[in-house]
């Protein structure tokens, strides 16, 4: 099994920004990657980048792969919508 994932501050989120202004998606598998509060300085996170349709091919992926297991894990803390 494949442990490389990148650093989310200087790697994975300057990407996402980039691609979702392309009007494609950034996602860690189960969410957003723009969404993620960083853990510490150099935390480091699955991503997944292309066409929306193919990322969220993926997300749907692992939520069917989480509901097989019977588990929920969302590896990553998700920011809080502001109101």
Not at 7 to 14: D, H, K, M, V
Not at 73 to 79: G, I, K, L, N, S
Request: proline fraction near 6%; glycine fraction near 8%; hydrophobic fraction near 35%.
């Amino acid at each position: 099994m494949c442990t490389k994932r990148l650093r989310l501050l200087y790697e994975a989120n300057p990407m996402s920004f980039i691609i979702e202004q392309a009007g494609g998606a950034a996602s860690t598998g189960r969410g957003r990657i723009l969404s993620v509060v960083p853990d510490s300085l150099h935390q480091r996170i699955p991503v997944i980048i292309g066409a929306k349709e193919e990322v969220e091919r993926v997300e749907q992926y692992h939520r069917e792969m989480d509901a097989t297991l019977g588990e929920q894990a969302v590896p990553h803390r998700q920011m809080e919508p502001t109101t």
